[in-house]
């Protein structure tokens, strides 16, 4: 039972790039998540979504976009990596019974836009 | 508005020595949940408990001990008898609300030296 798993574990871009983080999960949650955490700072909602094929933005979505094709796999894209989106990017799921739902997180990746 | 505010930034303290964590949080909501998760050196999130707001029972599993008090708004995390591998940052969460977001404060970061 690996939880939740993310790919990759580090990247570097340059400004202007793409790119997609893949988060997985095998423990069938029906909610995910994801977050960015920040040097000093909690960590902050980028977008979530509650089941297979719905999205919804969190508290700091715009530069990012998410789809949920597979309830099992949530994908987080950057269009255009700008300096600012330099951060540890967490992914996390939830069984779904509700808002406040224990959330499990995965180990994180490290993004560097230079 | 909701609000974690975790004031202790850093502590440091010789192993064996007990140390306490001080979790503060704001919410108008009624029901809401409160959360400890603990980040090793290592950077990922482990998930330690989850409180809710109707339960004001203390919290104890082995050196980990948890008191929740509504009067104050706080939600303490205690080790007993701390050691190396304790060092970490914690973060205290809070969920609620009309969203599905979890709150963080900024975290402690505990350092236990031998």
């Known amino acids: 039972n690996a939880g939740v798993t993310q790919t990759p574990k580090f990247r570097v871009l340059k400004t202007g790039q793409s790119m997609t983080l893949l988060c997985a999960q095998d423990m069938n949650h029906e909610y995910m998540y994801w977050y960015r955490q920040d040097p000093g700072m909690g960590l902050r909602l980028i977008h979530y979504?509650?089941?297979?094929?719905?999205?919804a933005k969190g508290e700091v979505p715009d530069g990012y976009n998410v789809s949920r094709l597979k309830k099992q796999n949530f994908l987080l894209g950057l269009e255009s990596a700008a300096p600012s989106q330099t951060s540890v990017y967490f992914c996390a799921s939830s069984r779904g019974q509700g808002r406040t739902d224990t959330q499990y997180f995965g180990p994180g990746t490290r993004l560097t836009v230079l | 508005a909701q609000k974690v505010t975790q004031a202790q930034t850093e502590i440091s303290v010789v192993e064996k020595e007990d140390v306490t964590l001080d979790c503060v949080y704001e919410?108008?909501?009624?029901?809401?949940?409160l959360f400890w998760y603990k980040q090793p050196p290592s950077g990922e999130l482990v998930f330690l408990i989850r409180r809710n707001s109707f339960d004001e029972q203390n919290e104890i599993s082995g050196r980990y001990s948890w008191n929740f008090q509504k009067s104050t708004s706080s939600f303490n995390f205690t080790i007993t008898a701390s050691q190396v591998v304790d060092s970490a940052v914690y973060f205290c969460a809070l969920s609620g609300g009309s969203n599905y977001q979890l709150i963080w404060g900024a975290g402690t970061k505990l350092i236990i030296k031998p």
């Open positions: 919410t108008r909501d009624t029901t809401y949940y």
């Open positions: 979504s509650v089941g297979e094929g719905t999205t």
